[in-house]
């Protein structure tokens, strides 16, 4: 199984809405990421989770709040957040982080924030 | 700062020529990652390239690395339409500790004409 998923795929919020990406992977990877797109643009990496610790965070707003509650999920809490957030958001899954490891992508969740 | 230029980031072929696409990166590393992704989909890996002088084929993509010359070529022979997507380059860089970075090129935007 070399597939990552994440839940939902759709979200519209309202900039007082508290939501939550889910991101999910089987493969025993133990580095999972979230990636930002806007559209045209190519992936910012957002977090790094190496063994379920934090490892990278690129300095993302505070309203951004990552998660990592075992080896195979990965959560970003959203909250407060703007329009300009809206962006496709990506999560992948490697099987190590210190680099070499191919790095699989999940299907995104396209997030609208109004 | 990991600088990866692409170039050309827009391209227009006809069905059966072949092309090339550059990626130009400014700091030294080994690894170099070959995406592709179709509108309003997530990232497909295509290549892993790990050492100098790597060479993979896929089809009608072949893929290779100059780690002496920071380059990596992504040749196209006998394009045809169903090839038509953004290919993003990426470069893997250590950033501290044994933690590493996928940073992107800004995409080549390939389009295949009858």
């Known amino acids: 199984d070399t597939e990552v998923t994440q839940t939902p795929k759709h979200l519209v919020m309202g900039m007082t809405n508290k939501k939550s990406l889910k991101c999910e992977q089987h493969m025993g990877h133990r580095a999972m990421y979230w990636y930002k797109q806007k559209a045209k643009k190519p992936p910012e990496l957002m977090f790094v989770?190496?063994?379920?610790?934090?490892?990278i965070n690129e300095s993302v707003p505070s309203r951004f709040s990552p998660e990592c509650p075992n080896s195979s999920l990965l959560n970003l809490h959203l909250h407060a957040l703007q329009p300009e957030d809206s962006a496709l958001y990506l999560c992948?899954?490697?099987?190590?982080?210190?680099?070499?490891?191919?790095?699989?992508f999940g299907p995104g969740t396209r997030l609208t924030v109004t | 700062e990991l600088k990866v230029e692409q170039n050309p980031l827009f391209l227009s072929m006809q069905e059966g020529k072949n092309y090339t696409i550059y990626c130009n990166y400014s700091t030294t590393s080994d690894r170099l990652y070959w995406y592709r992704q179709d509108p309003g989909k997530s990232l497909e890996s295509l290549f892993v390239?790990?050492?100098?002088?790597a060479v993979k084929q896929e089809g009608r993509l072949m893929a290779s690395l100059d780690t002496k010359a920071r380059l990596s070529t992504l040749h196209i022979t006998a394009a045809v339409h169903d090839l038509s997507a953004t290919y993003f380059c990426a470069v893997d860089l250590r950033v501290g500790g044994s933690n590493y970075k996928l940073t992107f090129g800004k995409g080549t935007l390939l389009t295949v004409n009858p």
């Open positions: 390239l790990l050492s100098n002088g």
């Open positions: 989770y190496s063994y379920e610790k934090l490892s």
């Open positions: 992948a899954s490697s099987q190590g982080s210190t680099g070499a490891y191919e790095q699989y």
